[in-house]
């Protein structure tokens, strides 16, 4: 997916946040300001957003001196997730369709987004996600929820290569994947998180604190973008992306950096974005489950 002008206003708005959350002093978020204003000429179109979401956070740490400026929302993004696993578990064992009601519960997760949403208050959200009455989707003839692509390819598989995205969210992944772990036994699953920060992307010990080895094999992609830009992945990465017999993608920086890749995958995402919206040709805040067949 390319970088539209409308992102443009949106970098500015990344690195503020970003420096203040860092704790930089006013004069340090002016300067991150600065630097980010003498780059964005530099800045290639065709280039997905997330590119240049990377050179922000690298400006917002060569400025401040944090490694990691989101390392405290992570956490309690994750001890808030965790403290509603028991709910979403017994949510899907009573439904009818244990599967796809995990799906859905799981793409909703995705509202665990300090970067887009800029709040923590995310309990009302969650309140209707978790509703008995609340449906997160009617699936009867949605256009972007491929139910029976995604099933259909579980079917055939013996390997997924699972993507995540945010921290917190991954407890909703894990719920799924130990649904289609239980459903589908055959199946190995890694499951890929950041190397280095990355905004709130969930890294190796996000994972470990959200029990996520305890149902796949949870490996680094091996970057630090708030994406999936191959490029920078490392090799044994690269390797198992194209050799998975399915790949499911989490949140809108997956799409962003891979919605151009000729290689089946799966997106699961809330359109929180008018930019990522229009791209898809949805509405913001829909939930997509979106069977992707690579470049025609």
Known sequence: MKTCLECIPCFFKQALDASRIAGADALT?????????????????????????????????????????????????????????????????????PLFTAVELDIAGNIIDYGAKNSLNIDEELDKILADEERVIQREGARFFHDGAFLST???????????????????DRVLLEVIRKQ????????????????????????????????????????????????????SFRKIFQDADMVISKGQGNFETLSGVDRPIFFLLLAKCPVIADHIGCCVGDIILLSHQGIK
């Open 184 to 235: 589908f036994p055959q199946i190995r699953i890694w499951f890929a998180v950041k190397e280095k920060p990355a905004i709130n992307d969930a890294l190796m010990k996000d994972a470990v604190m959200c029990g996520l080895p305890e149902v796949a094999e949870v490996i680094s992609s091996g970057s630090d973008a708030p994406g999936t830009l191959l490029q920078f992945c490392s090799e």
């Open 29 to 97: 978020q002016r300067s991150v300001l600065n630097e980010v204003a003498r780059v964005i000429p530099e800045i290639q179109l065709d280039a997905t957003p997330p590119e240049m979401a990377r050179t922000i956070y690298r400006i917002v740490h060569e400025a401040t001196g944090v490694d990691d400026p989101y390392a405290q929302i992570k956490e309690e993004s994750n001890r808030f997730a965790l403290n509603i696993y028991d709910q979403l578990v017994r949510k899907v064992k009573n439904s009818g369709d």
């Open 154 to 172: 579980l079917k055939q598989s013996k390997s997924i290569l699972y993507l995540a995205d945010n921290a917190g969210e991954i407890v909703f």
